[in-house]
């Protein structure tokens, strides 16, 4: 039992590989049918499934977590294997949602066969800068127990990994908004930013049950809770920005000493 934890955080990078495969994979390709017949297959659904285990990985980052503070099993190797799995599913994964995504735009221009493959380089930002993150919340992990400094890189991989969800249903059309490049860009520069901001973002399982630090985590799931029948799977990035702005405005009680 001791070794569940790192068996889950391993499943959580076997997971993120298996979304860039399928990721990939997302990209027009020649199919022969049975009459001997070509036909272009859009790979959309890759993506799809890209997005799927991603979120299995999220599940998994978060289940490790549980198992190790259940099992009070703590060790170094588990810290850096969790940091080195969450570079590639939130990291790595998200990034080739992104290039797809830029790509895609760039080829819906009229001058997409000019359209050089740096113009889609940005989109690796958002792993570099997870890495960034993550080694950041390694040296100064005693300084975020109860609430994180920078935005966790596991919600930008959710984040990101909703998007071609978004793109799939194209809830109130919100898929075609989507498919701007100059869009894309910024929501690249605000998420690489966020990262490495000093901004304090509160973690989802408060650091007491009292409303005065639970009310952020309780608005959180009142607003995903009601936008899922309205909106259904564009409620996750409606959470993720509900999540930042509470983070802004939210600011941890401080615990009053008193000497006697």
């Known amino acids: 039992m001791k070794h569940l934890p790192n068996l889950l955080t391993?499943?959580?990078?076997?997971?993120?590989?298996?979304?860039?495969?399928?990721?990939?994979?997302?990209?027009?390709?020649?199919?022969?049918?049975?009459?001997?017949?070509?036909?272009?297959?859009?790979?959309?659904?890759?993506?799809?499934?890209?997005?799927?285990?991603?979120?299995?990985?999220?599940?998994?980052?978060?289940?490790?977590?549980?198992?190790?503070?259940?099992?009070?099993?703590?060790?170094?190797?588990?810290?850096?294997?969790?940091?080195?799995?969450?570079?590639?599913?939130?990291?790595?994964?998200?990034?080739?949602?992104?290039?797809k995504m830029l790509w895609g735009a760039w080829m819906r221009q009229p001058n997409a066969m000019d359209v050089d493959m740096l113009a889609m380089a940005p989109a690796f930002l958002v792993a570099c800068f997870a890495a960034l993150r993550l080694a950041k919340f390694n040296v100064?992990?005693?300084?975020?127990?109860?609430?994180?400094?920078?935005?966790?890189?596991?919600?930008?991989?959710?984040?990101?990994?909703?998007?071609?969800?978004?793109?799939?249903?194209?809830?109130?059309?919100?898929?075609?908004?989507?498919?701007?490049?100059?869009?894309?860009?910024?929501?690249?520069?605000i998420l690489c930013w966020l990262m490495v901001s000093n901004i304090r973002f509160f973690k989802l399982m408060p650091h007491k049950w009292t409303m005065r630090y639970v009310w952020p985590q309780l608005i959180l799931v009142i607003v995903t809770l009601a936008a899922i029948p309205l909106i259904q799977v564009a409620a996750v990035p409606l959470a993720f920005i509900v999540y930042v702005l509470l983070s802004l405005v939210y600011k941890e009680p401080q615990t009053v000493i008193i000497n006697s």
């Open 10 to 99: 391993l499943t959580n990078l076997f997971c993120g590989c298996i979304a860039i495969a399928f990721i990939l994979n997302s990209q027009p390709f020649l199919a022969n049918f049975n009459s001997g017949e070509q036909y272009w297959v859009i790979g959309t659904e890759q993506m799809w499934w890209g997005s799927v285990f991603i979120g299995i990985a999220a599940l998994c980052d978060l289940l490790d977590g549980f198992a190790a503070r259940a099992l009070r099993v703590y060790s170094p190797i588990g810290k850096d294997l969790d940091s080195l799995a969450d570079v590639v599913s939130f990291g790595v994964a998200p990034s080739m949602i992104l290039f």
């Open 140 to 189: 100064s992990v005693t300084d975020q127990q109860h609430s994180f400094r920078g935005l966790p890189v596991p919600a930008v991989g959710i984040f990101v990994a909703s998007l071609p969800l978004v793109n799939w249903y194209d809830t109130m059309h919100l898929g075609e908004k989507l498919q701007g490049r100059w869009t894309i860009y910024l929501l690249i520069i």
